[in-house]
């Protein structure tokens, strides 16, 4: 008798068990259950990995309303670009900005480097409609900064690889690790934020930078390696501020190289930004370097730059974005004819 009431009991637990589990899934919206499968997908996707169940709670409650946040902007049939779900899909606003922009702003323009002739492409006027230095072998492939403020060092490392190329017709890797390294007794702060004009100034006076191969990146700051930066695979001669706010001197200078800029690109749409021509609303708090490539125009009519990136290939167009041309602010949208500048070499 007692081991028949011993079954029953737990028949019934096992029972209660069961009818919870199911209230749980039924009571459980569909769209939910979607969205915790694309949690676990992406996670998988981008090896991610929670300390414990309370931040695999947070992290998830996050991916969740960034997610519908994107739908509902992808929905909206008008807008020239889309967003997608990416790498920083679990994180805030506020963590994406304090871990993947880093140029640092600065009150007042550098002046020109020395014996340099105030902007050099001033009366070029062979400027072609359209120009993609990819296509011309200038451009190596997009990196990845990672958790570290080092777009500063990557914007220059892309123009110096730029002109190089088109100077003495051999495109190389930079090291971006050697600027995070041993650029730091100046204005520029390793992972910590640095700008253009100062790492030009550095390279400027120590003869030039080292190879990726040779310094590879790190993504964090170390004891600069003074047995790795003797060899000097590039050096410049000078460097050149493109006149401030000023599309069209920006697009004289593009014409001619690779261009370093800064642009404000902290904002949601830039975070999750994917394909087509960015034209949403951004300030001029530039936080972010990037370098500008090349220029065109859509089928539709819609004018551009292409942005070189250091996010990453998932992130936007294989890692560049194409960004609206010619805009009514004098600073260029998100500010990126604001602190424009080039190497000279």
Request: glycine share 8%; hydrophobic share 35%.
């Amino acid at each position: 008798m007692a081991q028949k009431n011993q079954l029953s009991f737990l028949t019934s637990a096992t029972l209660l068990v069961i009818i919870v589990s199911v209230s749980e899934t039924l009571c459980r919206p569909l769209g939910e259950e979607r969205l915790l499968k694309q949690h676990e997908e992406w996670m998988a996707i981008h090896g991610r990995v929670y300390k414990d169940t309370a931040e695999k709670t947070k992290r998830y409650e996050i991916f969740k309303e960034n997610v519908k946040r994107i739908n509902a902007f992808n929905n909206d049939k008008d807008m020239a670009y889309k967003l997608a779900v990416n790498k920083f899909t679990d994180l805030t606003n506020e963590e994406f900005r304090a871990f993947y922009t880093g140029y640092k702003r600065r009150p007042t323009r550098v002046p020109f480097s020395v014996d340099a002739k105030p902007f050099k492409y001033a009366n070029f006027t062979a400027v072609p409609t359209a120009l993609d230095w990819r296509t011309k072998k200038a451009v190596t492939s997009v990196k990845d900064q990672g958790q570290c403020g080092s777009c500063w060092a990557f914007s220059v490392a892309a123009a110096i690889e730029g002109i190089t190329m088109l100077k003495k017709g051999k495109l190389l890797s930079l090291s971006v690790q050697e600027l995070v390294d041993c650029d730091v007794n100046g204005k520029n702060s390793g992972c910590k934020g640095g700008y253009m004009d100062s790492a030009f100034e550095f390279i400027i006076s120590k003869g030039g930078l080292t190879t990726e191969a040779n310094y590879p990146y790190r993504g964090n700051e170390r004891t600069c390696n003074t047995a790795k930066t003797g060899y000097h695979a590039a050096s410049i001669t000078g460097y050149e501020d493109v006149p401030a706010n000023n599309e069209k001197a920006l697009l004289q200078a593009v014409a001619n190289q690779p261009v370093s800029v800064a642009v404000e690109a902290g904002g949601y749409d830039f975070q999750f930004y994917s394909s087509g021509v960015f034209t949403g609303s951004c300030g001029t708090s530039v936080d972010h370097a990037v370098t500008v490539v090349g220029y065109g125009k859509t089928s539709g009519g819609t004018m551009y730059w292409l942005l070189k990136n250091s996010w990453g290939t998932g992130w936007g167009e294989s890692g560049y974005m194409r960004i609206e041309r010619d805009v009514r602010s004098r600073t260029g949208l998100c500010g990126l004819a604001m602190n424009a500048s080039y190497p000279i070499a």
